[in-house]
């Protein structure tokens, strides 16, 4: 039990240097991809959320978007044989849509916002609707927030909240930069994942992104070898991963589970006991 305290302690602490191709032991040849270049239903059909986190062509960043300098990330240390490859998949990212934004202005509130029992929680414009139905989570312009609940009768219905961010899959608080969208049949929620590639994005506190994150929600547009990083407030496109070129949309990046034994304590992190009481 002393040894798996230690062990524990290692995964929890701060981000440290570790030994290059430390997670490449951790992983069958065959699991592990080679290193990509530098940038240039499981669920109910009543339960089933819409089409969210789901980005089209025209809302990537156009051509030649000048991005930061890639640098080699900061990763925690694992101990070798941990962690177990899950091969490569794609990132994409999803956010918590704001009313307040200025895409939104000027906006008739014409649409209501239902929840289960059909009872309208509140009016938005059309175009914040449409928003927030793909997103899944949205703040309205007096501060409320509001998150995915059900689909009845072929519409999206919704829930207040008092979670900054609104609430996951699991019912869980959304946590920017931690938590991920992932498709069950592939990786089970609650796991908690290293992703290599986000290590050493500079975060809003001013500390490294250590790579780890928990897989606490889904999509309907997140099927397969997808990854769907939630940033918050921050823009679906252009975002601190996107901008340090770290993780890029669509481009395939190398996944790591952690155990069980390690992942609950690690997960506790980012959603502690008191955390899960802001439902």
Known sequence: MRGRDRMARMLV???????????????????????????????????APPDTHSTSAEDLPPEGTPQLPREEPSRPSFPPGLLRGLGNFHPSFYQTVD????????????RPVRDRRGRVLARVSRQYYARLRMEGSGRLRDGRVLSYHARLRGEARFRFTRAQYGLSRRGLPLVPFRSVAVDPR?????????????????????SLHDGVF??????????????????????????????????????PVQVYLIPREFADEIAERYHPASARQSR
């Open 186 to 206: 592939l990786i089970p929620l609650g796991s908690v994942l290293y992703v290599p590639e986000a290590a050493g994005t500079p975060l809003e506190d001013g």
């Open 99 to 110: 009313e307040s934004d200025s895409a939104f202005h000027g906006r008739p509130a014409v």
């Open 13 to 47: 602490g701060p981000v440290v240097a570790c030994v290059v191709g430390a997670c490449a032991v951790c992983a069958s040849p065959s699991e592990v991809a080679a290193p990509r270049p530098p940038p240039a239903d499981w669920l109910q059909p009543e339960e």
């Open 214 to 251: 928990v897989a606490d929600d889904v999509g309907s547009a997140v099927r397969g070898r997808r990854l769907d990083f939630f940033v918050g407030f921050e823009d679906h496109i252009r975002n601190r991963f996107s901008r340090s070129g770290k993780l890029v949309h669509g481009s």
